[in-house]
């Protein structure tokens, strides 16, 4: 076996063992993006001197017998909306081409004080708006499994990178699905933690309400390794829950004997399921049962409304959020000679904001906006009560539930319109919308593509959820299987 195809956990093994440098492994991982990276192009900026010197201190250390963590020496890919002190982190959107932000999102922190070298910022939708990784400025992510489709979005980058084998790890985030979706159609595992168990500071805000960031992996355990890394509460974003951080990797094994999972019924008999994907799943609940869980449907009445929600909700925010790009405090600003200052503006945002991000910070404004404010974002936040209640009333019942992560496997590039873009989100959203958390693990192939179930937990139930998929992933052997390339 190579390098690269170890997992995170075996490599952690070999490191902590002396078998391997951590300068060993970062020179395979490049070796290994050096031999597919053309073809895949999962990476907007690659940081390989400083991933060497990062691995050549943890040698030193170990070397020295100094403590270090179970992760010190693998490495990880970084989504390119994650603050890196000196390097570019750009949204993938002009606006931010030659943003390098003078300090570090919290996770990015941790991941150092894990000693995890930072291989490379991925690609991913301007702004993480979209389901293809298709709306970013500078370049198309492919699919490993089949290069003329898709990876999914908006964290496309990252989920190819890991599925590709470019790198065991990777960062993320979900806002409605970015980290699960293309992880189903890159067949890999991705992980929503709930709301406010990973600290959002240093994360580029798309929707605060609804962003979430989180882990990719090839194996469950891998994808417990990193959330362990980066989970926990943090003094500078005041949503992170001040909540014990419990071992993840220690309950892994305990098995899913006795547990009830609700199997959704609007998202696994409704429309828009694709048949391979719906079939997939419902031998994945089978799977489940046969390891000792009960399930039965249950209806979530009114989760037909998150998508109508998600796209009030979603662009009120960004419209907000993204504000702050206005030319004058930081990112680009236009170079044509401009009238007024309001004239800066909007020569501005004009030449550094794709279509899509115009969109939606347009039906944003127009949301919030007097007159119309009650009418759709008043509603659209009673509406997600409404939602979250059904969550919760499910909880009442249930430890977890189930149900396919996109309605379809990966798609040809151009092959759906918008509306069919962002359905690919149905399953997802409403997860967002309740804040509760939800794990994308593989399940099985249609026609060759990879079919992704989702596993979805009552808030802060992360280390259920992870022990659920990880009794799934040991019962199957999707997750040994590899693209060709
Ligand atoms: N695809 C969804 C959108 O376009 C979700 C994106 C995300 O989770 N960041 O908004």
New binding site residues.
């Given amino acids: 076996m190579q390098l690269h195809e170890l997992t995170a956990y075996e490599l952690s093994k070999k490191l902590a063992a002396g078998e391997i440098s951590a300068r060993e492994v970062v020179a395979g991982y490049y070796e290994r993006i050096q031999a597919v990276e053309d073809r895949v192009q999962a990476f907007v900026c690659q940081t390989r001197e400083l991933a060497e010197k990062k691995a050549a201190e943890i040698d030193e250390k170990r070397a020295a017998g100094e403590p270090l963590g179970p992760l010190a020496g693998v490495p990880i890919a970084v989504k390119d909306l994650l603050c890196t002190k000196g390097l570019p982190t750009t949204c993938c959107s002009k606006i931010l081409e030659d943003f390098r932000p003078p300090y570090d999102a919290t996770v990015i922190e941790r991941c150092h004080q894990a000693h995890m070298p930072i291989v490379g910022k991925t690609n991913m ?1 301007e702004f ?4 293809s990784t298709e709306n970013s400025a500078f370049q198309v992510t492919r699919n490993p499994w089949d290069l003329e489709t898709v990876p999914g ?2 964290s496309g980058g990252s989920a190819a990178a890991v599925a590709a084998c470019e790198a065991p790890l990777a960062l993320g ?7 699960r ?1 293309p992880a189903a159609l890159c067949g890999i595992v991705g992980m929503k933690p709930t709301y406010g168990r990973v600290s959002r500071y240093g994360l580029i805000a ?1 929707a605060s309400s ?2 979430q960031i989180g882990p990719f992996a090839r194996t469950v355990t891998d994808c417990a390794l990193l959330l362990q890394v980066i989970a926990g509460h943090d003094p500078r974003d005041a949503t992170s829950a001040d909540l014990p951080v419990p071992d993840y990797v220690a309950t892994l094994d305990a098995g899913i004997e006795g547990l009830k999972i609700g199997v959704i019924r609007e998202l696994v008999y409704g429309q828009g399921i694709h048949p391979g994907v719906k079939a997939r799943v419902l031998e994945a609940i089978d799977t489940l049962q046969n390891l000792g869980a009960e399930c039965e449907e249950v209806s979530l009445p009114n989760i037909d409304y998150s998508m109508p929600v ?1 796209y009030i909700i ?1 662009p009120a925010e960004c419209s907000s959020n993204l504000a702050r790009f206005d030319g004058v405090r930081y990112g680009h600003r236009t170079n044509r000679s401009v009238s007024d200052i309001y004239d800066l503006f909007a020569k501005t945002r004009g030449e550094g904001f794709g279509e899509e991000v115009r969109l939606r910070i347009m039906l944003g404004t127009y949301a919030l906006s007097t007159g119309y404010y009650d009418a759709y974002y008043l509603k659209a936040l009673k509406v997600r009560t409404l939602i979250k209640k059904d969550f919760d009333t499910a909880w009442e019942k249930y430890d977890l539930l189930v149900c396919p992560t996109s309605p379809t496997t990966a798609w040809k590039f151009g092959e759906f319109d918008q509306l069919a ?2 359905l ?2 149905i399953c ?2 409403p997860v ?1 919308i309740a804040g509760v958390a939800g794990l994308s693990v593989p399940c099985g192939f249609d026609d060759g593509k990879p079919v992704g179930l989702q596993l979805i937990g009552k808030p802060f139930s992360e280390d259920l959820l992870l022990r659920a998929a990880y009794a799934y992933e040991q019962a199957t052997d999707w997750h040994k299987q590899r693209p060709a390339l």
């Fill in positions: 939708d993480a708006m979209g389901s979005g908006s985030s979900d806002t409605g699905g970015s980290i979706q798309y609804l962003d998600y979603a873009l962002k690919a989100d997802t959203i967002n």
